[in-house]
């Protein structure tokens, strides 16, 4: 049998960067074999080399970057070896590339038409008017509404998934063989990231395109990739087809980052989430022998701290490897025991009470400033009424621009409403600001960062910083007790006591939410809101600081108000859901009522684009067209009528829709609520969006939390 | 860039200043003698502690900057001056006031004294003239640059982070100081004061105040959308304390590099009014006046090292600051 | 786009009435009033002079009239295109400036006519490569050279190209005629101290540029490397540097004054130091008033650039 050449083939691929501190290891023996017409999805977290493999393969490494030793071998020719000219005619013609941010990658002063039409112009010698021609049949193909126009546009002009397809014809222009993708859907939003996501899938299959498919996340992979290599600090621990990686997983590592992603199954009472203890070394401080070690539960030493561990097949003719010494020995079947199920914490009174909240600010455009500017309102916030209990946990989901970020600042009185009522404990904020609030009131309310970059003072230290909350909200006075407070939130955060000498740069990114944590808890809140409070780290990482956060708040019986994007997150620790799109409440209820039937038509839209990394669940696809409305100008009617799959013309585009209230709680207080038009009957007869693989349609389809 | 990729502790430049804490003390001592001595005409013995001070901080500050080869160069040439000027008055020079015997050219012999770099027309030493020609640029230069660093600290850090009606008001009288050209502003300042020491620092203030207002008011622009400052005001922290706190220590980094070059302009704005005769008055020797003084005097080829020796210390000494600035901003780059 | 320029002429007007004002606060103080009789009849008459001949000697001059009448009266005259009259050179002030004025204009000409290629070819070649030695290069000149003050710059060439060489005039006074020879130094004098500071821009423009990802793409789009710089990084590196060569003109009217003074050269600086020393008020307000608008019009020409230049502002 004729053997076929691989696309692209790495043979013992090894890249270091030079730097002042010497020499670092980016990537140590990377082996990776792609066949024509197949995807392969790298996944791995922050550090672990796999941008550093894609732009390798471009040869793009800088000026510091260079292949120490191995090969790159583009259809058969190592690549390594070639001159900068025979780059040049394969760079855009034979490989392409998809960046992370499609802003920053196209040319700012450059209509989108010259940018594109340059591909064919310098690679098959195409007059201009034909190459812009053929530009726009590929704006077309990558399904752009309006090519016309967006090639007449600059890039900033365009939304940021449009971008994205942009960036994405430009790849495609001149039938590459190969496609790299790094972090394609990274800085979009979810519902934006499904269409690209399908998109992807299609032009793979349509343009006989072998892909590299490059993520942090396992369920984008799973959508798109035959195979799969997964990396962890510069190596490749191991590599497989998907269903054998996701389902046989044969290292330790693999099965970490599973077990730290919440998965439709888990569930914070039976099935908590296992992080990942330890965090990744860094480039520099590798240990000996396997590089996961110190973080692993099979850790033997003498044994897997001695020497590099190399790449192992598990089953012969499986094509299955992993770079685990121990990975035969594993029980791998075997229930992980460690596991302790939390007791289900009873709610208590209401603690936070919001009436009909309306924020709108008014935005002045292009005012001369002396003279009368037009000025136009943005209604950030419309409508919104929920409320939440003692030691419940209530989440706030929403894509960027629904508004949740200013509900945050209002309900920490950084802004006040424009109306509506805040009733907290027995005081009403919605009209208080944080400048005409008492400590006492402050300190009951507090809130935990989104960017763990961003949230403690640079300059000052950590126990500095959490002795100042101590101080301020009069928890402590005398500098013994308030030292002693600071060791013990400490301790809360499980973080060591000498931490409080260090400086925020001396600390990992997980380590500093934590003292963000510890500095929202400081003054025994009784109510916290978390904006996001792990979407900025690693996988690995999430785990640990949602687990802690969960604990704490379980512990000292706090209402917890989460803010997230990430639907996921928000299934496994929320008790009650409050789905927003455009500044207004779309869907509300118990996590169950959220994820099951009757959904509202976003919220069902919304489920379908997260990207579940579960071989066993399969999906509705239900791909949004058209892009988020600006707040500046936002559709008359029901704010979602533009995207939406079910409206009804002349109604859903004209008049504000009802709350339909689908069911209520057993006390009456609150229940099951949509803003639809719809009719009961349509919003009953919708179908679950996961099921299992195999159940038919009719079977009750939603998930029950694997016990 | 891919190396973004791999991440590493950083140490910011403060850190790089091995020990900022008796850094500090070394230029106080070094500082306040020098200070009192040429502003208020204290007794030689007051600069005793400031010589050993000036060279210790000398080898510290190398230690500190070692990596960056353009600092050290920038470092050397500043604090050979200062260095000149703590220690002048224990130095062998003649007196720099008193005509000896006049148009000596350099590296000769006249009326029985031997002049190293000759000297003026009125018979003074030039050498010396140099020497002590460095304490007042310096101490002025450096007094004056302070004044201006608080005032626009200051206004920034209000402008910044009140906004709204503040930023209006202070905005706006930075801009019509900021539409003046600096020496037109200089000339009408100091016309109006009269020349001295004392009224070049308000001019310099007038001057430089209103950029590094600017620079102060985007710098706190940018960090107050840091979630640090939120949380510190959704702690119900009181703005001065946010403004003193939170903000002014993370502004303070990036206002050093402008710091070295501000202190390289005022140098030159400094030696230009002496020259245009608005600053700095006779007969106490000061680079610029030497200038002046023999700029008529000295228009021929055999007489041009009277211009040449003020010219080039003037050089050295901005060329030192400007170095400084650059290598600091070579090691922030690489934090 | 007009809203914008309405905007800022506006702004222009209110900062042109802050700074004459605050000059004719600055003029009105007793002391200068003082001086001004001192100029005009000798300092002997004046310490002879009684109170009331004193105060007849201010009504003569019309300097007793309230402070915000003779302001809004000179205002008026102003707007008229009356700049008042020269004590010391006994002439219209209007005529006079403007003959400065066209005198400081070829001088700036040329320092631009030169000062702006150099600068931007060295800031380019730099910022290419990041690094390299011709960056290394090109950033030690531009340090060097801005670091030499233009007092010394002005001696270290009048002692080399005209005293020692004898290549040139060293001062440029012109009295016998224009002379081309003579503007050699002046215009020498404030390129070299100005074009490293522009380099050095154009250079770190530039650096960014190429470090930037729509360059990492074009380069990946497999472009030749001299489309690359010429198309998609040059067009973007320029933006910068523009504006700031732009509000040069600002700068040149504070370097103008130094070297006009140096080199005796008989322009609009060299007017304005005289006529500060003198007091030759209204000279000194209506040269700064011409100052403060050459600035302020010049930041307005950068503002128009920039958002002309940048496709990201002209199209939001």
């Known amino acids: ?707 | 860039m891919p190396v973004a990729d791999l991440e590493f502790p950083r140490s910011s430049m403060f850190e790089r200043l091995a020990k900022p804490k008796p850094m500090l003390i070394l230029f106080a001592i070094m500082w306040v003698p020098l200070t009192l001595y040429v502003m208020f005409g204290l007794d030689d013995v007051v600069l005793l502690p400031a010589i050993p001070a000036t060279i210790a901080l000398y080898f510290i500050c190398l230690w500190a900057f070692r990596e960056s080869t353009v600092a050290l160069v920038g470092l050397s040439l500043v604090f050979f001056w200062l260095i000149m000027a703590v220690s002048a008055p224990y130095l062998p020079l003649l007196d720099p006031n008193k005509p000896i015997a006049p148009f000596a050219t350099p590296w000769t012999e006249k009326k029985e004294t031997f002049f190293v770099l000759g000297s003026d027309f009125k018979g003074r030493d030039l050498l010396s003239r140099m020497i002590w020609g460095c304490q007042r640029v310096l101490i002025w230069g450096v007094s004056a640059t302070a004044v201006a660093y608080v005032v626009g600290t200051v206004f920034g850090l209000i402008a910044g982070y009140l906004s709204g009606w503040w930023d209006e008001v202070i905005s706006f009288i930075s801009n019509v100081f900021l539409s003046f050209p600096v020496m037109v502003l200089f000339i009408v300042v100091l016309n109006y004061l009269g020349p001295s020491g004392f009224n070049i620092v308000i001019a310099v203030t007038f001057a430089s105040a209103p950029a590094i207002m600017r620079i102060v008011r985007g710098l706190t622009l940018d960090i107050k959308t840091r979630d640090y400052v939120f949380a510190a005001q959704t702690r119900g922290e009181h703005p001065l304390y946010i403004m003193l706190v939170e903000l002014l220590p993370n502004v303070r980094g990036p206002l050093i590099v402008d710091a070295c070059l501000r202190l390289g302009y005022t140098t030159v704005a400094i030696t230009t009014l002496t020259f245009l005769g608005l600053g700095l008055q006779p007969p106490d020797p000061d680079w610029g006046l030497m200038i002046r003084e023999s700029a008529r005097v000295a228009m021929l080829w055999k007489f041009s090292y009277m211009l040449l020796v003020p010219a080039l210390s003037v050089s050295s000494l901005i060329l030192g600051f400007n170095l400084l600035a650059d290598g600091l901003r070579e090691i922030s780059l690489r934090d | 786009m007009t809203k914008f320029l309405l905007k800022r002429i506006l702004q222009m007007i209110l900062i042109m009435l802050t700074a004459s004002f605050i000059l004719f606060v600055i003029f009105d103080t007793p002391e200068f009033k003082k001086r001004l009789a001192v100029q005009e009849l000798g300092g002997f008459a004046v310490s002879a002079l009684t109170d009331a001949s004193y105060e007849s000697w201010l009504e003569k001059k019309g300097l007793n009239v309230p402070f915000y009448e003779r302001y809004s009266n000179w205002i008026g005259a102003v707007v008229k295109g009356d700049f008042g009259f020269s004590q010391e050179k006994n002439r219209e002030v209007g005529p006079l400036l403007w003959d400065k004025l066209k005198k400081t204009g070829i001088l700036a000409f040329w320092v631009f006519a030169l000062m702006i290629p150099l600068s931007l070819v060295l800031g380019v070649l730099a910022g290419m490569k990041e690094g390299s030695l011709q960056d290394r290069s090109v950033s030690f000149i531009s340090v060097f050279f801005t670091s030499i003050p233009e007092i010394a710059t002005a001696i270290l060439l009048t002692v080399f190209l005209a005293l020692g060489l004898g290549l040139v005039p060293a001062k440029s006074a012109m009295i016998s005629g224009f002379d081309w020879k003579a503007l050699v130094l002046p215009v020498l004098t404030l390129v070299i101290y100005d074009f490293g500071y522009v380099a050095r821009m154009t250079r770190a423009s530039m650096a960014e540029v190429m470090t930037s990802q729509y360059i990492r793409t074009a380069i990946l789009k497999g472009l030749p490397y001299r489309r690359v710089i010429m198309k998609h990084a040059l067009r973007n590196a320029l933006i910068a540097p523009f504006t700031i060569i732009v509000l040069q003109l600002n700068w040149l009217l504070s370097g103008v004054v130094v070297v006009e003074v140096f080199f005796e050269y008989d322009g609009f600086g060299k007017l304005l130091l005289e006529a500060a020393l003198f007091p030759d008020i209204e000279v000194v307000q209506a040269c700064t008033l011409v100052a403060v608008l050459v600035a302020v019009l010049s930041q307005i020409i950068s503002d128009i650039g920039y958002t002309f230049l940048n496709p990201r502002i002209r199209f939001s």
């Open chain 1, 1 to 707: 049998m004729d053997e076929v050449t691989p696309v692209l083939e790495c043979r013992d691929l090894c890249i270091s960067y030079k730097t002042r501190a010497g020499e670092i290891p980016a990537v140590i023996d990377f082996n990776l074999k792609l066949m024509p017409n197949e995807s392969h999805g790298i996944v791995g977290e922050s550090g672990c080399g796999k941008s550093t493999v894609a732009l390798a393969i471009m040869q793009y490494l800088g000026a510091n970057g260079y292949v120490k030793s191995g090969q790159i071998l583009f259809n058969g020719h190592d690549m390594t070896a070639m001159s900068q000219e025979e780059l040049r005619k394969l760079r855009g013609s034979q490989i392409a590339m998809v960046y992370q941010e499609p802003m920053a990658s196209l040319n700012p002063a450059m209509k989108i038409s010259d940018q594109l039409a340059e591909v064919p112009m310098f690679h098959d010698g195409t007059n201009e008017a034909d190459a812009k021609m053929k530009a726009l049949q590929m704006l077309e193909k990558v399904k752009l509404p309006d090519p016309s126009r967006i090639m007449n546009s600059y890039p900033h002009q365009i939304s940021g998934g449009q971008q994205q397809r942009v960036v994405i014809a430009m790849a495609l222009l001149s039938n590459p063989k190969l496609l790299l993708l790094d972090e394609p859907t990274t800085a979009l939003d979810v519902t934006v990231e499904a269409g690209i996501v399908e998109l992807i899938r299609d032009v793979a299959i349509e343009f006989n395109t072998s892909l590299i498919f490059i993520s942090h996340n396992l369920g984008l992979i799973l959508e798109t990739c035959d195979r799969l290599t997964v990396m962890y600090s510069g190596q490749a621990v191991e590599i497989g087809d998907i269903g054998d990686v996701f389902d046989t997983m044969r290292h330790p590592y693999t099965r970490g980052l599973f077990n730290s992603i919440p998965l439709p199954g888990a569930d914070k009472k039976s099935k908590p989430l296992l992080p990942i203890r330890g965090q990744l070394p860094l480039p520099h401080e590798r240990p000996t022998g396997c590089y996961f070690g110190p973080r692993c539960d099979f850790f033997e030493e003498g044994r897997c701290d001695q020497e590099l561990v190399e790449l192992e097949e598990m089953a012969e003719g499986k094509n299955h490897f992993a770079r685990c010494l121990k990975s035969r020995e594993i029980d791998w079947a075997a229930e992980q025991a460690t596991v302790i199920g939390r007791d289900a914490v009873l709610p208590g009174e209401v603690v936070l009470d919001i009436k009909d909240l309306q924020k709108h600010y008014r935005v002045e455009r292009g005012g001369l400033f002396l003279f009368g500017a037009e000025a136009s309102t943005v209604k950030a916030n419309e409508g919104i009424s929920f409320h939440a209990r003692e030691a419940e946990t209530v989440a706030i989901v929403g894509e960027s621009g629904c508004g949740k970020s200013t509900f945050a600042k209002v309900l920490m009185g950084l802004e006040d409403a424009t109306s509506g009522n805040i009733q907290f404990g027995d005081i009403e904020l919605g009209s208080l600001t944080v400048q005409d609030r008492k400590a006492d009131t402050i300190s009951k309310l507090q809130m935990v960062f989104q960017n763990p970059f961003d949230t403690l003072n640079p300059s000052h230290t950590i126990g500095h910083q959490i002795s100042r909350v101590i101080r301020k909200f009069g928890v402590e006075k005398e500098p013994a007790k308030v030292e002693a407070r600071v060791m013990e939130l400490l301790d809360i955060v499980k973080l060591p006591r000498d931490f409080a000498k260090r400086r925020p740069r001396q600390l990992s990114g997980g380590q500093k939410q934590r003292v963000g944590i510890a500095r929202a808890f400081a003054g025994n809140p009784s109510m916290v809101i978390a904006d996001e409070p792990v979407s900025a780290l690693d996988v690995s990482v999430q785990a640990a600081v949602t687990e802690l956060l969960m604990d704490i708040q379980r512990d000292h019986r706090t209402t917890l108000l989460f803010i997230s994007h990430d639907l996921s997150v928000v299934r496994y620790l929320a008790d009650h859901i409050v789905v927003m799109y455009l500044g207004q409440i779309m869907e509300q209820g118990r996590t169950d009522e959220i994820f099951s039937p009757p959904y509202h038509p976003y919220t069902e839209a919304l489920l379908s684009a997260v990207p579940v990394a579960d071989t066993s669940i399969e999906k509705r696809k239900i791909v949004l067209q058209g892009e988020l409305p600006s707040s500046l100008n936002p559709p008359k009617g029901c704010p979602f009528s533009t995207r939406c799959q079910y409206k009804i013309d002349g109604l859903c585009d004209m008049e504000v829709p009802p709350v339909r209230t689908v069911s209520m709680d057993v006390d009456r207080l609150r229940g099951h609520q949509i803003l639809c038009h719809l009719s009961e009957e349509t919003l009953n007869n919708m179908l679950p969006v996961f099921r299992s693989k195999g159940s038919s349609d009719k079977e009750e389809g939603q998930l029950e939390p694997a016990e």
